[in-house]
């Protein structure tokens, strides 16, 4: 069989896990369902991960050595410490042996706390563009005609010369969230904002204080991204631009004419 999972995104991969160990919402069980049924890749995927779930809750029920409990204690310990970003489960499965009686302790790696991560919005904003470019704010010329809960995005084709490109709307773990994206040249950037209360800040990430906001800079994908808060919502700008370029559009206040 032909490995689908490469061509999955963290949603779908994210779906079919929960599917597998029982814990996909009832309102979205029957599309999924739907959608694992039309492929018989996915079926075997599917198989495959109930599969290792089923081999996690039976090895849970085995005592496990007080020094292979520790060993692996300690490497999730170490593992979230140096996570920037959320890894979305995938049922990874790190396999131990426990002593003469040759019991597998699995332990999935890739789980944690759970809700939304600056890194889900910043996977939001590294997907394209769904609609055109917003217009600009009638008698704004810093302000464009989007914007989140009292958040507008910035205009910064005057000042900077990035030009909108493109919009995309969806959630973040069930919060609603909006991407303006931005072109120069041939170059883009994504500018997300997420509704309802601040995200949980990212780990590992540089910070640095400007008008007294704080702004961390981090990296998804080998991308430098930048987040702060507006109006109490979480905002992200990811791209192909500098930390520094990013720092400078992302503290950027049109004048005062954008909430903070």
């Known amino acids: 069989m032909v490995d689908k999972t490469s061509s999955l995104t963290d949603r779908q991969m994210a779906d079919l896990s929960a599917l597998a160990d029982g814990t996909l919402p009832p309102d979205r069980r029957t599309a999924v369902e739907a959608w694992v049924a039309a492929s018989p890749e996915l079926q075997q995927l599917l198989d495959r991960q109930r599969r290792s779930v089923a081999a996690t809750q039976a090895a849970t029920t085995e005592p496990a050595p007080a020094r292979l409990r520790a060993a692996v204690q300690a490497q999730v310990a170490a593992r979230r410490r140096r996570r920037v970003r959320r890894v979305v489960p995938r049922l990874a499965l790190a396999g131990a042996a426990a002593g003469a009686a040759g019991v597998a302790l699995v332990v999935a790696l890739g789980g944690g706390a759970s809700g939304p991560t600056v890194a889900d919005a910043a996977a939001l904003a590294g997907r394209p563009p769904t609609g055109p470019a917003p217009a600009r704010l009638e008698g704004s010329p810093t302000q464009l005609a989007a914007g989140v809960e009292g958040a507008r995005f910035p205009d910064f084709r005057r000042t900077y010369g990035w030009r909108p490109a493109g919009v995309r709307r969806g959630t973040v773990d069930g919060r609603r ?11 883009r950037i994504a500018y997300a904002i997420v509704s309802g209360s601040p995200l949980p800040r990212p780990s590992g990430a540089r910070g ?48 005062g004419a954008l909430a903070y």
Request: hydrophobic residues 40%; contains cysteine; positive net charge.
């Open 177 to 187: 969230a909006t991407v303006v994206y931005y072109r120069k040249g041939l170059r």
């Open 208 to 255: 640095s204080v400007r008008r007294g906001v704080e702004f961390q800079a981090f990296r998804v994908n080998g991308r430098p991204a930048v987040t702060w808060r507006r109006v109490g919502h979480t905002c992200v700008l990811i791209g192909a631009a500098s930390r520094a370029n990013l720092l400078t559009l992302a503290s950027w206040r049109g004048g």
